[in-house]
């Protein structure tokens, strides 16, 4: 879905060619990029945003299994990771998750609130890209998808954006083209590009919000539990997460692990409960005394799923009747469920990873307007900056934030 094309929609000015001039052109039609745009076209400005895929806003279609978790009503900067921690305070406190949600309700997009406040929509994601390409155009601006952006230069105070249709002028470019997270929906490092082009300094990228994988040893008892999920805590160092953990065919996955990953490097081990706010050693003990015959695997699956319970027990070499377990053995029983030592080889990487963690230097960039300090009307928002937030709609409210804050200052 486009809007008028732009050579057909004057700005009000023109180059000494005749060309028109943009108040603003916003590379990335997503999340952060659209709010950019609706913020700034309603303030009056001429705005166009170019994208190089078919269709706007992807990822957000994607998200939440279809139903787009698009905020989360306990946001606060302790939800994002970056190496400026408070840089992300600013937007965030200028566009809250009520906003947002207002915007929601104006539309009567029905929604519902899932665990930690996270909010989804009830039919579809589509509602939401809907939404925000009405908004955009019900506002005056303009947006070209298919259009493969070649290069972005400045001159005169003018940014000249070569791209597959020809060049655009403008007096302010928006960097809106996100991180390098799910390459198959078309996800490129161009953001970091022209960081570098313009001397702004990057974070070093790595995938995020993103699934372990284990070597073959971890495997031979992992693979055959794949598809099973339990409630665990996952902790790596001083973080940790309680929420769903989920075994695949190569490593873990679930919500506590696409937490945890945030926070892992390479060669850290992750320290697993996977019976939180229980004690394996108290349930087993009495298991003893109340029935000495019960075999040690079915004992424990009554804390455990049995298919989890068998495979530890034939993992550590666990076996036999109950009455014949000594305290040692259940000790180590329950070290073996509470305090599980994982040493993943690596993660799934960029292919699936929800986000990227690290990018722009947020030192070099304005909290309050998006505006690289030293480059006069180059903004950078969205997953193109160091701003990663936790898993549950955060990541979505930065956008909206993040664009929100530069729309103002356009």
Same mark, same amino acid.
């Given at each position: 879905?486009?809007?008028?094309?732009p050579?057909?929609k004057?700005?009000?000015?023109?180059s000494?060619?005749? *060309?028109?001039?943009?108040?603003?052109?916003i590379?990335?039609?997503?999340?952060? =990029?659209?709010? !950019?745009?609706?913020? #700034?076209?309603?303030?009056?400005?001429?705005?166009?945003?170019?994208? +190089?895929?078919?269709?706007?806003?992807?990822?957000?279609?994607?998200?939440?299994?279809?139903? &787009?978790?698009?905020?989360?009503?306990?946001?606060?900067e302790?939800?994002? @990771?970056?190496?400026?921690?408070?840089f &992300?305070?600013?937007?965030?406190r200028g566009?809250?998750?009520?906003?947002?949600?207002?915007?929601?309700?104006?539309?009567?997009?029905?929604? +519902?609130?899932?665990?930690?406040?996270?909010?989804?929509c009830?039919?579809?994601?589509?509602d939401?890209?809907?939404?925000?390409l009405?908004h955009?155009?019900?506002a005056?601006?303009?947006?070209?998808?298919?259009?493969?952006?070649? #290069?972005?230069?400045?001159?005169?105070?003018?940014?000249?954006?070569?791209?597959g249709?020809?060049?655009?002028?403008?007096?302010n470019?928006?960097?809106a !083209?996100?991180?390098?997270?799910?390459p198959?929906?078309?996800?490129?490092?161009?953001?970091?590009?022209?960081?570098?082009?313009?001397?702004?300094?990057?974070?070093?990228?790595? #995938?995020? @919000?993103?699934?372990?994988?284990f070597?073959?040893?971890e495997?031979?008892?992992?693979?055959?539990?794949?598809?099973?999920?339990v409630?665990? /805590?996952?902790? /790596?160092?001083?973080t940790?997460?309680?929420?769903?953990?989920?075994?695949?065919?190569?490593?873990?996955?679930g919500?506590?692990?696409?937490?945890?990953?945030?926070?892992?490097?390479?060669?850290?081990?992750?320290?697993?409960?996977?019976?939180p =706010? *229980?004690?394996?050693?108290? +349930?087993?003990?009495?298991?003893?005394?109340?029935?000495?015959k019960?075999?040690?695997?079915?004992? @424990?699956?009554?804390? @455990?799923?049995k298919?989890?319970?068998?495979?530890? &027990?034939?993992?550590?070499?666990?076996?036999g009747?109950?009455?014949e *377990?000594?305290?040692?053995i259940? !000790?180590?029983?329950?070290?073996?469920?509470?305090?599980w030592? /994982? #040493?993943?080889?690596?993660?799934?990487g960029?292919?699936?990873?929800?986000?990227?963690? %690290?990018?722009?230097?947020?030192?070099?960039?304005?909290?309050?307007?998006m505006?690289?300090?030293? /480059?006069? %009307?180059?903004?950078?928002?969205?997953?193109?900056?160091?701003? !990663?937030? +936790?898993?549950?709609?955060f990541?979505?409210?930065?956008a909206w934030?993040?664009?929100?804050?530069?729309?103002?200052?356009?």
């Open positions: 879905m486009t809007s008028t094309d050579k057909d004057q700005t009000g000015q023109t000494r060619a005749g *060309q028109p001039i943009w108040d603003a052109i590379l990335g039609a997503g999340a952060a =990029g659209l709010m !950019t745009a609706i913020t #700034a076209a309603r303030r009056g400005r001429k705005v166009l945003v170019l994208d +190089h895929a078919k269709k706007a806003a992807e990822k957000i279609r994607i998200s939440g299994g279809g139903r &787009c978790n698009f905020t989360n009503l306990n946001t606060t302790k939800n994002f @990771l970056s190496a400026n921690p408070r &992300c305070i600013s937007a965030l566009f809250t998750p009520k906003d947002f949600l207002a915007m929601v309700d104006e539309r009567r997009i029905s929604w +519902h609130e899932k665990t930690l406040g996270q909010l989804f009830d039919d579809s994601a589509m939401i890209i809907t939404m925000l009405d955009l155009r019900a005056g601006g303009t947006l070209r998808l298919d259009t493969a952006i070649k #290069a972005v230069d400045k001159s005169d105070d003018l940014y000249q954006v070569a791209t249709r020809g060049t655009e002028l403008a007096r470019v928006v960097v !083209t996100g991180g390098k997270s799910i198959k929906m078309g996800a490129t490092g161009l953001g970091y590009d022209i960081a570098k082009q313009f001397g702004i300094p990057l974070q070093e990228t790595r #995938a995020a @919000l993103v699934p372990f994988i070597a073959e040893a495997k031979s008892w992992t693979v055959p539990l794949s598809g099973l999920s409630d665990a /805590v996952v902790k /790596v160092g001083k940790s997460f309680r929420e769903g953990l989920l075994f695949t065919h190569r490593g873990l996955s919500p506590s692990i696409l937490q945890i990953s945030s926070y892992w490097r390479e060669g850290m081990p992750v320290i697993v409960d996977l019976a =706010g *229980q004690s394996c050693l108290e +349930h087993m003990t009495k298991a003893r005394s109340d029935n000495p019960q075999d040690i695997a079915t004992a @424990l699956s009554g804390l @455990l799923p298919r989890l319970a068998k495979a530890i &027990c034939v993992r550590d070499g666990f076996k009747p109950m009455g *377990q000594g305290n040692k259940l !000790t180590k029983l329950d070290e073996a469920v509470h305090r030592s /994982v #040493a993943p080889i690596g993660t799934e960029y292919r699936t990873a929800e986000v990227t963690l %690290g990018g722009v230097d947020t030192r070099a960039i304005s909290s309050k307007t505006e690289a300090n030293n /480059v006069s %009307g180059l903004y950078f928002v969205g997953e193109v900056l160091d701003v !990663t937030g +936790h898993l549950g709609g990541n979505f409210q930065w934030a993040s664009g929100h804050a530069a729309g103002v200052a356009l």
